[in-house]
């Protein structure tokens, strides 16, 4: 069964859209996954087609409303493979991981919801077992965005679209760690020349060193990764003693 994906969308048309060239492009092509858009307008119950209304209690913009998602998601559950999880797209949500792709990548597929305006009615979430996702800590005019790269991060990881199945080990996160730097030919370019332990032909040097510059550049890049990363390796076993507890 291939890996099919359905977007709830304001603006379908910007689907493929990257997702149609490249590795994803070709796996889309040749069946390996799928991608389907339901326009959420096409599930409100007024002449107006009218998907969004004020915000309870006040304030500046609009919110989607949630009869009307939860029409469009009902039919996108019933019309795709049973069991997908529903993920909305917002800064709300909890920050994508790479192990979160993972998972995603080896089920059956997804449902994506994409934020517009202020929000999305709170009562959805519940009401629909909705896991709310971002990208980052950043706003964006609404999460079309975000569900391409989610979309972009689990296609690269289904069988056969990467080439060889251990095209992806040692990328960042994959290990905890940011991916070790790359160098290419020409040997020397204005100036700077590639490492010599690469060019060594030593197979167990040239993995020390991509492995401690892995933590080299997590430890000063990204300290917060290198905490958990080098947290997990050092936690105590369980029921060990502290002085503190002493």
């Given amino acids: 069964m291939s890996?099919?994906?359905t977007v709830l969308t304001l603006y379908p048309e910007i689907f493929p859209g990257p997702l149609g060239i490249s590795l994803a492009g070709r796996a889309l092509a040749e069946g390996t996954w799928s991608l389907g858009t339901v326009q959420i307008r096409d599930f409100a119950r007024d002449r107006h087609r009218s998907v969004d209304d004020t915000p309870a209690g006040g304030g500046a913009g609009m919110v989607l409303r949630a009869d009307v998602l939860a029409a469009a998601i009902d039919n996108a559950a019933v019309d795709g493979p049973p069991h997908r999880p529903i993920l909305a797209?917002?800064?709300r949500g909890a920050c994508l991981t790479q192990s979160r792709i993972r998972m995603l990548a080896s089920g059956p597929g997804v449902i994506v919801l994409c934020g517009r305006f202020e929000g999305i009615d709170e009562r959805l979430f519940e009401a629909r077992g909705i896991e709310q996702v971002s990208i980052g800590d950043y706003v964006l005019s609404g999460g079309e965005v975000g569900a391409l790269v989610l979309l972009d991060a689990c296609v690269r990881l289904l069988p056969g679209?990467?080439?060889a199945a251990s095209s992806g080990d040692d990328e960042?996160?994959?290990?905890g760690l940011l991916e070790y730097p790359h160098y290419t030919r020409p040997v020397e370019w204005e100036g700077?020349?590639?490492?010599e332990v690469l060019r060594s032909g030593d197979h167990a040097k040239i993995a020390g060193w991509r492995q401690a510059q892995a933590e080299i550049d997590t430890r000063s890049r990204r300290p917060d990764l290198w905490a958990r990363h080098s947290g997990a390796r050092v936690q105590p076993p369980s029921g060990a003693r502290h002085e503190k507890d002493e």
Avoid: D, L, Q
């Fill in 161 to 163: 679209v990467m080439g």
């Fill in 192 to 195: 700077r020349t590639i490492p």
């Fill in 3 to 5: 890996f099919a994906a």
């Fill in 89 to 91: 797209m917002t800064p």
């Fill in 172 to 175: 960042s996160f994959e290990r």
